[in-house]
């Protein structure tokens, strides 16, 4: 008995599982259709890579080609399959196509100047964010509803020069935050009121992150953590997360693993422009995020953070590098590990 207890309560961490051989990556997605499973991947001189996962291997099946990709998403709804590049003179939507086990292209979307895009839901309305930021910082954001085959215009989100959109919904709220990095450099916080998203609030930070723990809506920003208020209908200060400091935050990803918490974080130092950076992966120990792994970067350091579930529901952590491959992490215990 006792050995067991001491099996359950072993070590559990990320380990290193396997690596694509893919230089340049910006960012990436995971998609599962049926029992296969993909990553798409940005590279922004080609276009979208998706790879098939067989194993621990990957085989590229397709290229949706785009010489100035800036960003993409994979996602699944209503039992189909989407990927989207977005490029600076607009965005193409392709959808799988079970017959042909391709991606086809199925919509232009005009989004001028977007340089990214965020999936979401709420209220059974699936949408695509697109932060904007060209030669004018005046041009806001667009929010595309899909209705019936298609995605059509649905609201403008005013931004100056926004990066990325960070969401995440609990029955307290559903709360959006676009990242900017016009100077000074901020992110706004907008908040779904029923019919359309509302500007409430703003941070000092151009790298925001949404996650939940419960039903508490939490928002990372550099090395401040804030907790959602459905009262006010903002976010107050909540903690520091410990380990960061004169570090500039890259990008998050949270992990909810049976009942513990965890919280990836990619940082640069602020004095070093040569180094990979670090990936430090914090546990949630009581109320605050504490270091508890630090995992090491690729050469070319990391561009994004992605966290999600595979086939089999294990947790895989994926650092895309714009260096020569993307470096795979997967969540192990001492009795999974043995």
């Known amino acids: 008995m006792r050995k067991l207890i001491a099996e359950l309560n072993g070590p559990r961490f990320f380990s290193f599982w396997s690596s694509l051989k893919q230089s340049g990556v910006e960012d990436l997605s995971y998609l599962r259709i049926g029992e296969r499973e993909f990553v798409a991947a940005l590279i922004p001189s080609t276009g979208v890579l998706a790879f098939e996962v067989s194993g621990s291997s990957f085989a590229l099946l397709q290229t949706l080609p785009s010489a100035d990709v800036l960003g993409m998403a994979a996602f699944s709804f209503d039992e189909s399959h989407h990927c989207i590049a977005v490029a600076s003179g607009g965005s193409v939507l392709y959808c799988w196509n079970d017959v042909s086990q391709r991606f ?8 001028r100047e977007a340089v990214s895009v965020e999936y979401l839901t709420v209220a059974n309305h699936h949408f695509l964010v697109f932060p904007c930021n060209g030669s004018d910082n005046n041009i806001p954001s667009f929010v595309y509803v899909w ?13 100056m020069s926004a990066v990325q959109a960070s969401f995440a919904a609990t029955s307290l709220g559903s709360i959006l935050i676009m990242s900017q990095s016009s100077s000074p450099s901020s992110s706004k916080v907008f908040s779904w009121n029923g019919t359309h998203f509302s500007h409430t609030q703003s941070f000092d930070s151009n790298t925001a992150f949404l996650f939940s723990i419960g039903e508490h ?27 960061n400091k004169n570090c500039s935050i890259r990008a998050y990803a949270y992990f909810n693993i049976s009942t513990e918490h965890y919280l990836v974080v990619s940082s640069q130092h602020s004095a070093s422009t040569t180094s990979p950076g670090a990936v430090t992966v914090h546990k949630l120990n009581g109320m605050d995020f504490v270091p508890y792994q630090t995992l090491q970067p690729p050469p070319g350091g990391v561009t994004k953070v992605r966290g999600f579930e595979d086939a089999w529901g294990r947790h895989v952590l994926a650092l895309a590098s714009a260096g020569e491959s993307v470096s795979f992490y997967r969540w192990v215990s001492h009795l999974s590990a043995s």
């Open 104 to 111: 086809d292209k199925i919509q232009d979307i005009p989004t």
């Open 147 to 159: 209705q019936s085959d298609r995605f059509f215009l649905y609201q403008y989100l005013p931004t």
């Open 217 to 243: 809506i939490f928002a990372a920003s550099s090395s401040v953590l804030h907790r959602y208020l459905p009262a006010s209908n903002t976010f107050a200060e909540h903690s520091v997360l410990q380990g």
